[in-house]
């Protein structure tokens, strides 16, 4: 049972558009969420992240999303830039990100010219 | 470069053979993870430490798989007689798990492991 769900395997933009990442989840407990972007052949990089107690967080262009209430998080990149073409993988832990991190599958952004 | 280190960064290896990946974890975290990720699926949990101290091991770490951390540093992961769905990225993470303030993991650049 995946108890976090990226359902858009791939996702395609113009450059200087948002980009807009969806994420899912289903256990309760988890209070901390990550946002990581993975090159080929590299390990994945940390994005941003947000607590459960915050609704929004924001990085410079990149902004997290939460809904608690829906279980869902949103990761937008504006303005949207060919080098942000990678994967992305949402990630979830709980007890303030002290356990494990559980992932999606992942969603590819490919951001043309 | 202060991030975490991973060797090799890819193995192929015959079926039956032992291999074994080091991980190097940013200096001041005590917390170290391994994860293996699949084609097609993200990361998932094998194991982690705190410190020396293997606190969780996940159903995917069978009895072939072993990780150790000796000195609460460096950690190796050993796979013995390797099998062809052993072939993978294994991922090494850590992160500092003391103070206030959300815990955040970092990676290595991942060993890719290759078995025929």
């Known amino acids: 049972d995946q108890q976090v769900k990226q359902n858009s395997p791939s996702l395609s933009v113009q450059e200087g558009r948002i980009s807009i990442l969806n994420c899912d989840y289903t256990n309760s407990m988890f209070d901390y969420f990550l946002w990581y972007k993975k090159y080929p052949a590299e390990g994945p990089t940390f994005l941003i992240s947000i607590s459960s107690i915050k609704d929004k967080n924001e990085d410079g262009r990149f902004t997290v999303f939460l809904n608690k209430s829906a279980k869902h998080l949103s990761l937008h990149i504006v303005p949207s830039q060919p080098g942000d073409s990678a994967v992305y993988f949402c990630?979830?832990?709980?007890?303030?990100?002290?356990?494990?991190?559980?992932f999606g599958k992942g969603t590819m952004l490919l951001v043309s010219p | 470069d202060t991030g975490v280190s991973q060797n090799p960064r890819h193995k192929i290896t015959k079926r039956g053979q032992n291999v074994t990946f080091r991980c190097d974890p940013i200096?001041?975290?005590?917390?170290l993870y391994w994860y293996r990720q699949t084609l097609g699926q993200g990361p998932e949990f094998l194991t982690y430490f705190q410190n020396e101290a293997q606190l969780e091991k996940s159903r995917l770490l069978s009895d072939r798989f072993s990780a150790e951390r000796p000195k609460g540093s460096f950690s190796t992961l050993e796979i013995q007689r390797t099998e062809q769905g052993d072939s993978a990225m294994y991922l090494c993470?850590?992160?500092?798990?003391?103070?206030?303030?959300?815990?955040?993991?970092?990676f290595g650049p991942g060993t890719r492991l290759l078995v025929l």
């Open positions: 990630a979830a832990s709980y007890d303030s990100g002290y356990s494990t991190l559980t």
């Open positions: 993470a850590s992160s500092l798990a003391s103070g206030g303030g959300m815990k955040t993991q970092y």
């Open positions: 200096s001041e975290h005590n917390r």
